[in-house]
């Protein structure tokens, strides 16, 4: 089912319910001093801030309403290394709310991007994690923008050639984030996006989306299910 933005709502959720561990939160922050160094030596852009968190989530006659809370983006990216902890329960994850598109272009293609991050280069949707340093999240508006925004930096298009149609669904990651999958629309064609600098274009034809994605790494194959 897909939400299109009149059937979404932002619920601001107070603080995180995440749970605090010393042991947990030692070792977070010594796989964040060294994302911090890794960046630094590859010459990639990595700071904290305050990201955030998708605390709750309710269906209700055909609503969705998302409960927001802050996180410090540092556990988010940290926690991508450390879920394998076999100490780290659910309870410790992150939940930081990440948005990403379903991005189809004007001659029926997908396009995703390949971008190098301290843990590796990877293979996503075209999206980012939410936070009130780009865009504060109060209504569905706000959200849907922040998707557009993300569509139009990473793909060097204009805010008119993209519509963001509605909220596909929501994708929990075994990382500890969850990643909402937007339907986006753009009204140019493959060859006239320009990604920004270290990105890659992956462009996929709609007719063999779902394959591509089910045979995809991390996330990629849940968002299939999607579809």
Not at 12 to 31: C, F, K, M, N, Y
Not at 107 to 125: A, I, M, N, S
Request: aromatic share 4%.
């Amino acid at each position: 089912m897909t939400f299109p933005r009149d059937k979404v709502l932002l619920r601001q959720a107070g603080t995180s319910s995440r749970v605090v561990d010393p042991g947990i939160e030692l070792a977070l922050e010594r796989v964040w001093a060294d994302q911090l160094a890794e960046a630094a030596a590859r010459g990639l852009l990595l700071t904290d801030a305050p990201a955030y968190r998708l605390e709750s989530t309710v269906e209700h006659e055909g609503v969705l309403e998302l409960g927001l809370a802050m996180e410090p983006y540092r556990v988010h990216s940290a926690m991508k290394v450390l879920h394998r902890d076999p100490r780290v329960r659910p309870e410790h994850h992150d939940r930081t709310l990440v948005a990403d598109g379903l991005v189809r272009t004007t001659d029926d293609h997908y396009l995703l991007l390949r971008t190098p991050k301290v843990t590796g280069v990877e293979l996503q949707l075209v999206g980012g994690t939410a936070s009130p340093a780009q865009r504060v999240l109060e209504t569905a508006d706000d959200l849907f923008g922040f998707m557009s925004q993300r569509v139009e930096r990473a793909l060097g298009v204009e805010a008119a050639e993209v519509r963001v149609l509605g909220l596909r669904g929501l994708v929990h990651l075994e990382v500890g984030c969850v990643n909402a999958v937007f339907d986006v629309r753009l009204t140019v064609r493959a060859d006239e996006v320009r990604p920004g600098r270290g990105s890659e274009v992956v462009v996929v034809p709609a007719a063999g989306l779902r394959d591509f994605l089910a045979a995809g790494p991390a996330y990629l194959p849940s968002v299939a299910a999607l579809l």
